[in-house]
């Protein structure tokens, strides 16, 4: 048991805020760093102490490790949260924090590199009776046999990088006339991308849906779940909304996620907050894809669910103390949503869009939360992430948290940059996401630029659309799943809800 009386937060943004007021809440003092382009950022000036830790590139500031040490050293910080991105998952970080004496508030460095090896985390879960998508468990050099191994899965067919993630280093393979080819490019780019070639191949599975499951792990060796999230809205690997709970899952199916996602945690003795993330088909057959050892960006929905505070567990877990609940006593209240708002104009192939922003209204009312790092008035900077805020809505049921969001949408002022609010709108007024018919091809199916051409009706009959569709669907569910499996690019999962 260590108390903590002193963090310092290596990172920026909305993620920044957010670490520091749950530590103000627990009488913790905090310590910001930042870079040139951030002197006036948010962050800095919530922080009781502020350093400037470089240049305004990541890699001359949010990235420098040793200098944030330093920093630590310097103003006797007890621990360091790393947020998520920059280094968050990197194990040498983490260990050189550790020999610094200061608190890692995350897992072990080894469990970081454990699952950083997509191949090493696959050998690690392999005793735990986790399913896996059918495909190799080892690094494959040999395209002749790599060949073999392909046709006896069936194309389509998924080269991966052991050393990538989150859908970098991915080649999909169509046939096997084109598999040496693509083999020697995944190879290729997994050298260069990673300074690793190793591939392994697995099944491809064509329209998942992507869904994660948050796991909390204290050093007593107590590791419990705290239900999924989905996350299938996405584009180019990049996530536009997530929701919990999900549409789709069954409670049984959920109980039986949720226990595998422990195991995977027990297996690499995960400490700390981590979530599983998992693809499951159109016949609710769930898949382990890989372990995200960070908070996550969409964390929030689990909170509004749960009722806990995902930081403040972590900090409690970095302590030394035990989880103060077990998984009978967690359940699942209302629903949630979140919208990532990026600064980038969804008309406009969804180019970055900086610049000023000339104006800067939050939505506010119950239901509500908006996590931000910025204020009217502020440049966006070139140089990080272009996500401004996450614009979360909480209700009884997904229908109230839909209506929410449509209102909070409407609400929502930001002039200046162009933003992905009127792109949120579309999706979730659309009847695919309305009824929870959709997967992880969501966008491609359905987002064209022209789309947002009819520019936005008034808010009202922007939410009556929503609840017609809604009630429509109520009355007519079969009707409704038979015109969408009429449909050939529409995806089948109305028929498997329950
Ligand atoms: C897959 C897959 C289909 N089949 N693996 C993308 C992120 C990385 N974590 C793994 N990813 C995928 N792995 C097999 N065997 C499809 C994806 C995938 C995807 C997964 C989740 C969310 C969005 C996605 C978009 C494209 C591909």
Redesign the pocket.
């Known amino acids: 048991m260590r108390k903590i009386n002193k963090i310092l937060v290596a990172n920026r943004g909305e993620i920044a805020l957010r670490v520091m007021r749950t530590a103000k809440e627990m009488g913790i003092k905090t310590v910001a760093v930042y870079s040139e382009a951030d002197r006036n950022a948010l962050h800095v000036r919530f922080a009781d102490e502020a350093v400037c830790v470089g240049g305004p590139k990541s890699s001359e500031s949010y990235l420098r490790g040793d200098v944030i040490i330093d920093v630590c050293k310097k103003l006797q910080v007890d621990a360091i949260h790393p947020g998520y991105g920059f280094l968050s998952e990197n194990a040498g970080f983490a260990k050189a924090v550790e020999n610094a004496g200061i608190i890692f508030i995350g897992p072990s460095p080894e469990a970081i590199e454990l699952m950083g090896s997509k191949l090493a985390a696959k050998a690690a879960v392999a005793n735990y009776n986790i399913p896996m ?1 059918p495909g190799t468990e080892y690094a494959i050099t040999d395209v002749e046999e790599a060949k073999i191994i392909a046709q006896n899965i069936g194309f389509p067919i ?1 080269i991966k990088a052991s050393a990538g ?3 970098k280093g ?1 080649r999909v393979v169509e046939s096997v006339e084109v598999f040496e080819e693509q083999m020697q490019l995944a190879v290729s780019e997994a050298t260069s991308a990673f300074g690793d070639g190793s591939v392994f191949i ?4 064509g329209s ?1 849906r ?1 869904i994660e499951i948050q796991v909390l792990g204290d050093t007593h060796g107590n590791i419990v779940h705290l239900f999924e999230r989905e996350c ?1 809205i ?1 584009r180019r ?1 990049q996530k536009v909304i997530e929701e919990a709970p999900s549409a789709v899952l069954t409670p049984g199916l959920r109980e039986e996620m949720g226990r595998c996602a422990v195991n995977v945690a027990k297996a690499c003795d995960y400490v700390g907050a981590g979530t599983v ?1 998992f ?1 499951v088909d159109e016949n609710l057959n769930f898949y382990f ?2 372990m995200n050892t960070r908070l996550q960006v969409e964390h929030p929905v689990t909170e509004q669910i749960t009722g806990l505070d995902l930081v403040r567990e972590q900090i409690l877990i970095a302590e030394g103390k035990a989880l103060s609940f077990r998984q009978e006593d967690l359940q699942i209240n209302g629903h949630a949503l979140e919208l990532r708002v990026y600064a980038e104009d969804p008309a406009n192939n969804f180019l970055p869009d900086i610049g000023k922003l000339e104006t800067y209204k939050r939505p506010q009312g119950l239901g509500v939360r908006v996590d931000d790092g910025f204020e009217q008035g502020m440049d966006i900077p070139i140089y990080y992430d272009p996500m401004i805020a996450k614009l979360v809505t909480f209700g009884k049921d997904r229908e109230e948290a839909i209506g929410k969001m449509l209102r909070a949408i409407d609400e929502y002022q930001i002039t200046g940059i162009a933003t992905t609010l009127p792109f949120g709108k579309y999706v979730l007024q659309h009847e695919a996401f309305v009824s929870g018919n959709f997967d ?1 091809k969501f966008i491609e199916r359905y987002f064209t630029p022209e789309v947002l051409q009819p520019q936005a009706t008034e808010g009202e009959e922007t939410i009556a659309v929503a609840l017609a569709a809604l009630l429509m669907q109520k009355q007519k569910p079969a009707v409704a799943s038979e015109s969408a499996q009429a449909t050939s690019n529409v995806s089948n999962w109305r028929k498997n809800r329950t």
């Open positions: 998508v998924l993630g989150g859908g991915m697995e099944k491809y599975i998942p992507h299938s996405q690997h993330e693809l894809l890989e992880t």
